[in-house]
């Protein structure tokens, strides 16, 4: 029977500055809240406990906020990075990334502009349990590109004005989904192996995913803010707009666990096709 009710907020506040960009919790949303990948941060707030005061009712168990460095209007700065890894019996990563900042017009309009390039290699082996030349090494592969940009702007000593734009898109190639538990619930005769194949052994260093077919996901978003600050002795007043534009795709089949959960139990899984790793 569907239901009628409405999906429950989230349960952890993850900011941008001072925009949320975290996702409600339905039974249909498999992306969940999306996770930045930023690499130019003035700082991380990892504010514990219920927020719900400052940060609404998304923040029963606590807030997240990264907060990127406001372009200097005195200095220049330039931030470099760069990554390389390898995964046992998986592919090599990488990641490199610059940011550079600093005055247009001295005191009043600054700019610092920042982008990222992230590879994760791939560490599952796709392996159809439908077709034995159907195999694919390191399938689960990540791409992710990060981009922004921000302005400035100060026309007077006690008022500020700073647009921004950030940038993500992740990809991944498939899913990075593995069954290593047999479902097996009666017994068997002491001759047969409860879990003949279709289960990946992680500790001998097998990480075979039988899906039948690759199952590739995205995740892009964009926000755009603009954020204006007055600093009017004894106080300052903050206004910030912003709007969080999410395109999320993601393909997910469960055949091959269905069926490993529904058929295996009755000893089914031994007609399954047993092949070589």
């Known amino acids: 029977m569907a239901s009628n009710r409405p999906p429950a907020p989230a349960t ?4 941008i500055d001072d925009t949320p960009i975290q996702a409600r919790n339905a039974s249909i949303n498999y992306s969940g809240s999306t996770v930045p990948y930023i690499f130019d941060l003035e700082r991380i707030e990892v504010l514990r406990g219920p927020q719900g005061t400052l940060f609404g009712s998304s923040s029963q168990g606590g807030a997240i906020r990264f907060i990127t460095p406001t372009p200097s209007l005195t200095s220049y700065s ?3 990075r760069a990554r390389a890894s390898i995964v046992d ?5 990488y990641e490199a990334g610059v940011a550079v900042g600093g005055p247009i017009i001295a005191d009043r309009l600054g700019f610092r502009v920042s982008f990222l390039q992230r590879e994760e290699g791939g560490w599952i082996d796709r392996q159809s349990w439908q077709d034995p030349n159907d195999r694919n090494p390191n399938s689960n592969a990540t791409h992710a590109s ?18 921004s734009l950030y940038y993500q898109n992740v990809k991944q190639d498939d899913r990075p989904a593995l069954y290593t538990v047999c479902p097996a619930t009666i017994p068997l005769a002491p001759t047969v ?27 892009r978003f964009i926000l755009p803010a603009m954020k204006v600050v007055a600093e009017l002795e ?7 707009s912003s709007y969080l534009y999410r395109k999320s795709n993601a393909f997910n089949d469960a055949t091959h666990t269905n069926d490993r ?11 399954f096709p047993a092949f070589a790793r």
């Not at 952890?12 to 900011?15: C, G």
């Not at 500790?203 to 039988?210: A, C, M, Q």
């Not at 959960?261 to 007609?271: D, F, Q, T, Y």
């Open 78 to 80: 330039v931030y470099a």
């Open 12 to 15: 952890a506040a993850v900011y």
């Open 89 to 93: 019996d998986g592919d090599p990563s």
């Open 146 to 163: 990060i981009f922004r940009g921000a302005l400035n702007i100060a026309p007077t000593d006690w008022l500020s004005i700073q647009p």
């Open 234 to 240: 004894p106080m300052t007043v903050t206004a910030v």
């Open 193 to 219: 192996n409860p879990c003949p194949r279709g289960v990946a052994d992680p500790d001998s260093g097998d990480f075979t995913s039988y899906a039948p077919f690759a199952q590739p996901q995205s995740d």
């Open 261 to 271: 959960v529904s058929l295996e139990p009755a000893g089914c899984s031994r007609s």
